[in-house]
């Protein structure tokens, strides 16, 4: 299925970067693979992560060739800490793995991400690798191809894999940008003298990137930093750019296609401000029906406090397909980037809630949920989201037993516990109609549960 990010893989290697040589009892077959792994790569090597990529894994196994059988990918840093992939195939009887040849670059100092896909549907995979350079020169986006033609031997005799075609880039991305059914390469590059910058989308033919249309975009950005590739309406295909501005600003443009040209579809002249979001958003597909939203930050009702302070929901927003109509709102959330947690906010809370700070009294609380109506002014919290470290879960939840409080375990991750607290009762003047709307909107524990979100452990 083609949706906005292509990657293609198999099994996963997946752990944190220290552990990624020391993972627990594996299957018969991975084992064999981590140890053919650990005496392939160079002495004074280790596994690494692309730093960029939305995948947990340093070895990926894939069919590359189109042959039936799995080869692995690996990426790790060499003896000089210089980015590397190390390429394996396994022998003719499944017995045992052999390196075949390593992917490198001249001058790159990291690997942002690595993608891979059948570019030219032509039963074989491409591996597409996004290289950083030195600060101040632009990346390298390059392409590469199982096929003995393009390995060279190096000085030691070990087999290099060539790319078959690059080019410098800001941003790119891949995906099926225009619905044929293909896979291209979005890329947008960055004119250093005149700050021009242009969005590329490039079809793979004859072993080469050729580029289908270009389309100048909005200048006035630090630079683009992300690309979203894929369905961008029910009938509709495209590309999201998205960059920052200033300190912390981000700007988000959403480009089409019209008469097999990229047009930019949002902002239209007349909702040029909504692009801006006061920080860094990321568009993705977020209700899982294969078509990109666009992520669009707004501040939480009832808040008087210094930006810094202030809490933002995210709109998740789809375009209809038709450049007259405004986009749909599908859904709305709270996410916290330092926690990386996110809280689906339920439809009907629309209109009837905010978020605050949880008192000083309060320690590891992190946001509270409140019932807020903008006629009356009336709020009060609903609960608490808590994050605890583990050691310290035991006393916390002996606390509330004590005082017969009411909360709910939600998740453990990474040595955090993250519970809810129920605030209980609203307060005692206020209105029997806004008790009551009040106490009609406080989610069961199976509500809550579905609503939190552990964005890592979710990928």
Request: glycine share 8%; with cysteine; charged share 25%.
């Amino acid at each position: 299925m083609l949706t906005v990010l292509i990657l293609l893989t198999g099994c996963d290697y997946t752990s944190a970067p220290a552990d990624l040589l020391q993972a627990p009892a594996m299957a018969p077959d991975k084992q064999q693979l981590a140890e053919a792994v650990a005496a392939a790569l160079p002495a004074h090597s280790k596994l690494t992560l692309p730093y960029a990529d939305d995948r947990l894994e340093a070895i990926r196994r894939i069919d590359l060739d189109g042959d039936g059988v799995e080869e692995a990918i690996v990426t790790y840093l060499n003896e000089f800490s210089t980015p590397e992939l190390l390429i394996m195939k396994q022998s003719n009887n499944g017995s045992g793995w052999t390196a075949w040849a390593v992917i490198n670059e001249p001058l790159v100092t990291g690997l942002i991400w690595l993608r891979i896909a059948d570019l030219d549907d032509d039963g074989r995979k491409e591996i597409l690798v996004g290289w950083s350079r030195s600060t101040g020169e632009a990346k390298l986006l390059a392409v590469y191809r199982l096929d003995e033609g393009q390995l060279n031997r190096d000085n030691e005799g070990i087999p290099v894999l060539q790319s078959v075609s690059g080019l410098d880039y800001a941003a790119a991305a891949v995906g099926d940008a225009d619905g044929d059914g293909f896979v291209e390469t979005a890329v947008v590059t960055e004119n250093a003298n005149t700050q021009e910058q242009l969005l590329t989308v490039y079809k793979y033919r004859g072993g080469k990137l050729q580029p289908v249309s270009r389309l100048p975009l909005f200048n006035g950005v630090n630079g683009y930093h992300r690309l979203a590739v894929g369905k961008v309406a029910p009938d509709r295909y495209g590309i999201v750019a998205e960059g920052s501005v200033g300190a912390h600003s981000w700007y988000t443009s959403l480009i089409g296609w019209k008469d097999g040209r990229l047009v930019q579809i949002y902002p239209a002249p007349r909702e040029w401000e909504t692009a801006f979001n006061p920080y860094g958003v990321r568009s993705s597909d977020r209700n899982g029906d294969g078509i990109i939203e666009l992520q669009r930050l707004k501040a939480a009702p009832g808040q008087n406090a210094s930006m810094a302070e202030t809490y933002f929901i995210s709109e998740w927003l789809q375009w209809t397909g038709d450049e007259d109509q405004p986009f749909q709102l599908v859904a709305e959330e709270y996410t916290d980037y330092n926690y990386d947690f996110s809280i689906r906010i339920p439809n009907r809370w629309h209109n009837s809630y905010t978020i605050s700070r949880p008192a000083e009294t309060q320690p590891y609380g992190l946001a509270s949920f409140d019932y807020h109506n903008p006629e009356t002014g009336a709020q009060a919290t609903w609960w608490t989201l808590y994050a605890i470290p583990g050691e310290n879960y035991a006393d916390i939840e002996e606390e509330w037993q004590q005082n017969s409080r009411h909360y709910l375990f939600l998740r453990e991750a990474g040595g955090i516990v993250y519970a809810a607290l129920f605030a209980g009762e609203p307060p005692e003047h206020w209105s029997d109609e806004e008790k009551e709307a009040y106490r009609a909107l406080i989610p069961d524990k199976e509500q809550l549960r579905s609503m939190f979100r552990l964005e890592l452990a979710e990928q």
